[in-house]
């Protein structure tokens, strides 16, 4: 195992550390917690909370999305592991600011159950809640079954947009529906041509063999639905393409956003590469694409792959879309 | 080999069209040249213009740092090749807007052989050029024969200081006197832990075994001082620290900014681990963290590893630091 750290049961702890220091200017953490993050300025008064959470490992993901014009508060679980409901439950407190706080995060068992606990403890408490899940990934479960998919780099775009709703002073009600509505027209596609190593357990938790790639697999290494022969960029371009336009109904006149996202050890070079062939599909079947991002937004620690997500675009979410968000690792201006 | 690429000989044409599509709200290209870029709105009137340039595969260095506040313009060779005098001197004149042109780049023979020969091609043209070339890279060379070091990540600092002086509208001599105490007050160390794969080679260039690390590499795998057992992250931290501390003659009082630079396959998890304890160390010997950056900044495509840069400031260097700028890979606001 070659990995910067400590001792494996400490990576957290130190990595939230070192965080919290490097942004002490947008972060802070909170009492009783130290693996609860907030905005600096929580919470803020006549807004909307939103608070998001889940394993860690996923770097930006989740408390990278922390600042203004994105969420309030994020719970840190350990490496791929949830946070607790009591966890969950403190974050909601700290950054509640009696206008109602919104729970998004991705659709893992674990986060689910301990999200929903925490709504409960939370309604004891009379601190509203709504919650929005995340279930972008599109190679997860067939049509039809959307709300089993997992949630991966496009929750990216439901932070962005319910976080720009909420900043505008919307209410718990419509800041969700936002949130519901960017979920409904989002998908994303991974590919991974290496895997990542748990710190705790010193190998690998999955193998793709030299030569070889898998398209349709989850940040955790879940299997994707092809395993075979490494395939070219504009391949694997147009096979994401393909199958999320499909389950998206996109069709020509329509307007997009795209992420790539790298998985961790993918070059940036190699992600322009994959943008070049998702843009120039978009311009054939005259698509528009509105707002590109390219980096790393979702990954797997130091796993090699990357991800294609496209979100398709109505008037309201274009507009918020384009509003300016402040984070530790990405600034809209 | 895993890359996401078409054909190897393709690569950087290929990553220029999907960073110009991406990004043609930031950058556009220039005639006769598409390895050539320019800042959308290059020529900016009485203003110094800066020129970067270099070999690919180092992804966001050089050319993701071109945009307001840093470079207007950028050479781009192949991967880990200089590009030609004369594609120096075309963009030299595309950015020119007659208060002359800074030649800002890293120690690397082909490139020094090429920029100079352009600063005689646009000499003959009545263009006015300066030179400073970054030399960080402490491990390169032994204190003595510091003009003779490598320039790696410290590049940033260079662009930023500069790149604020001369959207100030300061004088071609002002910029490079700023350029140059940049690089007389950065220094930095990188520390490998696997290398990287040449597309059109196809295999590393060199290898670093299982439970190894080396200590003082270069962005092209440059060997370094130490190659031995892998180290905590802390001994790493302060091993680094130590010498780019003495190199710099740091003392109690003194005031830096830190860059923990990811060399590519690196998770941001393990960098922010590593910064911990970089602040923790000074924090120690009571010496003031100013500004802090962390992720990636001057890659070496999947390479794993990073590097640790300071910065000594003063105050016109403070000042200069915090001012804003725009790329398409960062945003400082």
Same mark, same amino acid.
């Given at each position: 195992?070659?990995?910067?750290?400590?001792?494996?049961?400490?990576?957290v702890s130190e990595m939230l550390e070192g965080l919290l220091t490097a942004h002490s200017d947008l972060l802070?953490?909170?009492?009783?917690?130290?693996?609860?993050?907030?905005? $600096?300025? @929580?919470?803020?008064?006549?807004?909307?909370?939103? #608070?998001?959470g889940g394993g860690s490992g996923h770097l930006p993901l989740f408390l990278g999305y922390i600042g203004k014009g994105m969420l309030d508060g994020v719970?840190?679980?350990?490496?791929?592991?949830?946070?607790?409901?009591?966890?969950?439950?403190?974050?909601?407190?700290?950054?509640?600011?009696?206008?109602?706080?919104?729970?998004?995060?991705?659709?893992?068992?674990?986060?689910?159950?301990?999200f929903d606990m925490a709504s409960e403890m939370a309604e004891m408490e009379d601190i509203e809640t709504a919650t929005v899940i995340g279930t972008d990934d599109v190679a997860s479960m067939p049509k039809g079954q959307e709300n089993q998919r997992r949630g991966v780099a496009g929750l990216f775009y439901l932070y962005k947009l319910a976080g720009a709703k909420a900043e505008e002073g919307a209410s718990l009600e419509e800041v969700?529906?936002?949130? $519901?509505? @960017?979920?409904?027209?989002?998908?994303?596609?991974? #590919?991974?041509?290496s895997p990542c190593i748990l710190p705790e357990v010193g190998k690998p938790s999955f193998t793709i063999e030299e030569g070889q790639m898998e398209i349709g697999m989850g940040i955790h290494g879940e299997p994707g639905y092809y395993k075979g022969e490494i395939q070219t960029a504009d391949e694997v371009?147009?096979?994401?393409?393909?199958?999320?336009?499909?389950?998206?109904?996109l069709e020509a006149g329509n307007e997009v956003s795209v992420l790539v996202n790298g998985l961790g050890a993918t070059p940036l070079e190699e992600q322009y590469i994959i943008f070049r062939k998702v843009s120039n599909i978009f311009q054939e079947k005259n698509i528009t694409i509105d707002k590109v991002y390219i980096g790393e937004y979702a990954t797997s620690m130091e796993m090699a792959g990357l991800s294609i997500s496209v979100l398709k675009l109505d008037d309201?979410?274009?507009?918020?879309?384009?509003?300016?968000?402040?984070?530790?690792?990405? #600034?809209?201006v």
């Open positions: 195992m070659k990995k910067f750290i400590n001792k494996p049961e400490n990576v802070k953490s909170v009492e009783n917690n130290p693996k609860n993050l907030a905005r $600096k300025d @929580a919470p803020v008064q006549d807004k909307v909370a939103i #608070v998001s719970a840190v679980g350990e490496i791929f592991a949830s946070p607790s409901s009591k966890q969950i439950f403190d974050i909601t407190k700290e950054v509640n600011s009696g206008k109602g706080v919104l729970y998004l995060y991705g659709n893992y068992g674990g986060d689910v159950m301990n969700a529906e936002v949130a $519901k509505r @960017a979920n409904q027209s989002v998908r994303t596609m991974g #590919v991974g041509l371009a147009e096979t994401i393409v393909s199958n999320i336009s499909s389950d998206l109904a309201e979410l274009k507009r918020l879309l384009n509003t300016p968000y402040t984070t530790p690792f990405h #600034v809209q």
